[in-house]
T-cell receptor, first 111, second 123 residues
């Protein structure tokens, strides 16, 4: 089965800096979605990128998708303290809607 | 517009007891999903409803778990009897569904919106 997997890193950055995190998966996908989870809260949907798209922007977020390498990256520009959270990528495959999640990346933005 | 809501937010029960979790999806979303995250592991898919029908229940761990969605609105997930390894956070999500895009044949899924989760602790 497919699986989204983030690079197992915890990022600690200064406010105003950019944060980049990566996600790789193993099988062909239909879509890839990024989610944010603040401590003890639910998952907040950030962005969805389809398998025929290469890059997508939403506010301070930029997501890229490289299907040849089976990988995606999430860039947060001009980070803020409120961006401190865990970030997850999740993929779905042809024929079903179930999401396969990675373990998540912890990002800490220091004011 | 209200988001996905879940009840309760936290439940503590003893091994062998029964617990029922509830999820109210976003109004108008035919698709409803259950996921869970047990300690130290990634979030795992449990099942998917389309309206009141179970579309995919491949992630249900065993027959102690029963999900229903009568009338195609809210859903319940019952665990009976609960075991220690059932402890974790149970998430519900909903989405509008998907369409086939023109000549490309690309299946356009809609975003899945998650609720805040129910933290289940089995002691």
């Amino acid at each position: 089965s497919q699986q989204g997997e983030e690079d197992p890193q915890a990022l600690s950055i200064q406010e105003g800096e950019n944060a980049t995190m990566n996600c790789s998966y193993k099988t062909s996908i239909n879509n890839l979605q990024w989610y944010r989870q603040n401590s003890g809260r639910g998952l907040v949907h950030l962005i969805l990128i389809r398998s025929n798209e290469r890059e997508k922007h939403s506010g301070r977020l930029r997501v890229t998708l490289d299907t040849s390498k089976k990988s995606s990256s999430l860039l947060i520009t001009a980070s803020r303290a409120a961006d401190t959270a865990s970030y997850f990528c999740a993929t779905d495959a042809w024929g079903n809607n179930r999401l396969a999640f990675g373990k998540g990346n912890q990002v800490v933005v220091i004011p | 517009e209200a988001g996905v809501t879940q009840f309760p937010s936290h439940s503590v029960i003893e091994k062998g007891q029964t617990v029922t979790l509830r999820c109210d999806p976003i109004s108008g979303h035919d698709n409803l999903y259950w996921y869970r995250r047990v300690m130290g592991k990634e979030i795992k898919f449990l099942l998917h409803f389309v309206k009141e029908s179970k579309q995919d229940e491949s992630g249900m761990p065993n027959n102690r778990f029963l999900a229903e969605r009568t009338g195609g609105t809210y859903s319940t997930l019952k665990v009976q009897p609960a075991e220690l390894e059932d402890s974790g956070v149970y998430f519900c999500a909903s989405s509008q569904g998907w369409v086939i895009a023109g000549t490309s044949g690309l299946r356009l899924s809609y975003e899945q919106y998650f609720g805040p989760g129910t933290r289940l602790t089995v002691t």
